[in-house]
């Protein structure tokens, strides 16, 4: 905040329009003027908490590796001009096992990346109003490669900055360090394992009209 106080002794105030002094009464105390508030907008970005971790068979295709929600302040609007995604891995699931990598954004959608990478980052133009909220998506088809076994576990984890000018300051502002969306789990396709029984079988016979009888 910013007030402007006369300090006390004051008595003589410059014109403007002719430049010249004129006398006033002489103040004896300081008088503040109005307080004026300075602030410039803001974003903040979060995990949506409504779409959890996720466990899937690969291959997938245009499967949803991540949400946020991102909010703007109450001060100003604010133009997205940047998504910034980066990617952490485990074992067998590598960047490169993903393919055809967009955002959406509200309802629009960024351009598609054939190929994985990390960072990766997609240029926009979006006004967002004050004081309000839109939801991100990450998607990419993912391969079968992503996993060979169960365990260890084969895991993606994307995080994601937002960047934008403020529509009045025109100030840059971030959404700060990246923040972790959702665990991506990959597991192989459904497997049978068939293994020999260490007990002793029980075996029955029926035999029309005498019930079963067990030998």
Request: aromatic share 6%; hydrophobic share 40%.
């Amino acid at each position: 905040t910013v007030a402007i106080a006369g300090a006390a002794g004051w008595g003589n105030v410059l014109r403007m329009t002719t430049n010249s002094y004129a006398s006033v009464p002489a103040v004896t105390t300081d008088v503040t003027g109005n307080t004026l508030t300075v602030a410039s907008g803001s974003l903040a970005l979060a995990k949506d908490q409504s779409y959890g971790n996720q466990t899937t068979v690969v291959p997938q295709s245009t499967y949803k590796m991540g949400q946020w929600t991102l909010t703007t302040g109450s001060t100003e609007a604010v133009t997205l001009n940047t998504f910034t995604l980066t990617l952490a891995v485990a074992d067998e699931f590598a960047v490169t096992d993903i393919s055809n990598v967009y955002l959406t954004y509200g309802t629009k959608t960024t351009s598609i990346k054939a190929s994985g990478a990390t960072p990766s980052a997609w240029s926009i133009s979006e006004a967002m109003a004050r004081n309000v909220s839109m939801n991100i998506g990450f998607y990419a088809d993912v391969s079968a490669a992503a996993t060979v076994a169960t365990t260890p576990t084969d895991t993606m984890i994307g995080s994601l900055v937002v960047a934008g000018t403020t529509v009045d300051s025109a100030s840059s502002v971030t959404t700060g360090t990246a923040v972790v969306g959702q665990t991506i789990t990959a597991v192989p396709s459904g497997q049978l394992t068939v293994v020999t029984y260490a007990g002793t079988p029980v075996y029955a016979q029926v035999v029309n009209g005498t019930g079963a009888q067990d030998f």
